[in-house]
């Protein structure tokens, strides 16, 4: 099993900035691919970012393609969000999710085995 406990996030004006974290235990994490998504009220959830178990690739959304930077600390089993330049469609409840047995970055939900419960992200504009 494995836990993952997302925080960082809150409320904040357009142009601004955030950093998520997704803190993991039960099981160390370096050899897993980590994942962020999304989920705005009345969407389907959606991809964001994700990176490999050594932190060596690096997958983005289109949407947050400049702006947005995933990183990950295997010695302390924490992943990143930083979120830069945020937008008011940037508003949602962001997920961490832990990938098992990857093959490579996927962007599809349904490859992720764990999930965590999410931290709201608001950005007014």
């Known amino acids: 099993q494995v836990q993952l406990v997302e925080s960082g996030g809150g409320l904040v004006q357009a142009g601004g900035s955030l950093r998520l974290s997704c803190a993991a235990s039960?099981?160390?994490?370096?050899?897993?691919?980590m994942g962020w998504f999304r989920q705005a009220p009345g969407k389907e959830r959606e991809f964001v970012a994700g990176?490999?178990?050594?932190?060596?690739?690096?997958a983005y959304a289109d949407s947050v393609k400049g702006r947005f930077t995933i990183s990950r600390d295997n010695v302390n089993n924490m992943v990143y969000l930083q979120m830069n330049s945020l937008k008011p469609e940037d508003t949602a409840v962001y997920y961490c999710a832990a990938d098992l047995f990857p093959l490579s970055i996927a962007t599809a939900g349904d490859e992720y085995d764990y999930w965590g419960q999410g931290t709201q992200v608001t950005v007014s504009s």
């Open positions: 039960g099981r160390t994490i370096g050899s897993y691919a």
């Open positions: 990176i490999s178990g050594r932190g060596g690739r690096l």
